[in-house]
């Protein structure tokens, strides 16, 4: 019989990398970590919890109790005022509000993926005159804030019979120059090797950039898209100042000329909370299902080879 081998029987040692930093510390002091950081993380959903167990009182409840988490009476009228279901003379027109705002971030995140995809990709690869020029005001104007171009940007809009229109909501929202930052450092850390080869194959410009350099941009991509849906979501300046008919309310201004008192009197608490509730949830939902992507994608483009 062959001779055992050295070692034979032991177990396998896993690495001889120095402890993770949590470990480094004795289990009382991990414990009260985890309990601090659970402290910190309640009284980070307090406010959600609040806004939450609001939308289930009655009116009185609310005014009564506002901050209690707790209801004797729970009821769903607020929601089903804001569906159009309780019959109530006094309705919300959540609904528009909600189809104005869906239509308008879809349209928006898909032309600003697109288009800040392109002009990622030319600023990173295309050699053109005045591409460094360029790449200087594209950080200059995301230094510049954007409560400065209001007024600029109604008389613009003004101007270009776009004020208080589908178009005047949406065709400024299209490029933003941090989706062109984002997507030129990621185009900036792809080999040129891939894109040699393609055009070695006889793939033109557009062929390489569509169906080579865009399919290995999922990580970023996908940060990109939830950037931009959060961002034209939440808008709430630029749609202030490009309508003025109610009939383009989005979610964010018609809960604005709610809570104004615009839509009716009384606190009428647990209406409002509950819109405000319904609005959040779409962001929520796609943030914590993309959250990976979103987190490999912040940092794609920072290290190249």
Same mark, same amino acid.
């Given at each position: 019989? #062959? ?9 396998? /040692? ?25 402290? !910190? %993380? ?5 406010? !959600? ?7 289930? $009182? ?5 005014? %009564? ?12 009228? #607020? ?39 392109? +002009?990622?990709? +030319? ?24 409560? *400065?171009?209001? @007024?600029? $940007? ?15 909501? @949406? *065709?400024?929202?299209? *490029? ?16 040129? /090797?891939? /894109? /040699?080869? #393609? ?8 062929? =390489? ?9 999922? %990580? ?10 959060? &961002? ?20 964010? =201004? ?6 104004? &008192? ?24 796609? !943030? ?5 992507? !979103?987190?490999?994608?912040?940092? %794609? &483009?920072?290290?190249?080879?």
């Amino acid at each position: 019989m #062959a001779d055992e081998l050295p070692g034979a029987g032991r177990p396998v /040692e896993r690495g001889t990398g120095e402890r993770p930093v949590l470990r480094r510390f004795p289990r009382p002091a991990r414990l009260a970590g985890y309990l601090a950081l659970c402290a !910190f %993380a309640l009284l980070y959903l307090l406010p !959600f919890l609040i806004q939450l167990a609001t939308s289930f $009182k009655t009116e009185p409840d609310a005014a %009564a109790h506002p901050m209690s988490l707790l209801t004797s009476h729970p009821t769903a009228t #607020a929601y089903r005022r804001l569906f159009g279901m309780s019959g109530s003379a006094e309705s919300v027109p959540f609904l528009r509000w909600l189809g104005n705002s869906a239509l308008v971030t879809v349209v928006v995140t898909a032309g600003r993926v697109l288009f800040d995809s392109m +002009a990622g990709y +030319a600023l990173a690869r295309l050699p053109f005159a005045g591409r460094r020029t360029l790449f200087v005001f594209l950080l200059s104007a995301m230094s510049v804030p954007p409560v *400065v171009l209001l @007024i600029p $940007k109604f008389l613009v809009l003004k101007s270009f019979g776009m004020f208080d229109s589908y178009g005047g909501m @949406i *065709v400024p929202l299209l *490029v933003d120059a941090g989706g062109v930052f984002i997507m030129k450092q990621f185009f900036e850390s792809v080999p040129r /090797e891939i /894109e /040699e080869a #393609a055009r070695i194959d006889g793939a033109g410009v557009l062929r =390489t950039f569509w169906s080579v350099v865009l399919p290995m941009s999922r %990580a970023p991509l996908i940060s990109l898209t939830v950037l931009c849906f959060q &961002g034209s979501w939440n808008e709430f300046t630029h749609f202030l100042v490009s309508t003025q008919s109610s009939r383009f309310d989005t979610l964010t =201004t018609g809960l604005a000329h709610f809570v104004s &008192g615009g839509l009716g009197g009384g606190t009428q608490y647990p209406l409002k909370l509950a819109a405000a509730l319904l609005s959040t949830v779409p962001v929520a939902v796609l !943030f914590f299902c993309f959250q990976r992507y !979103f987190v490999r994608g912040s940092n %794609a &483009g920072s290290v190249k080879e």
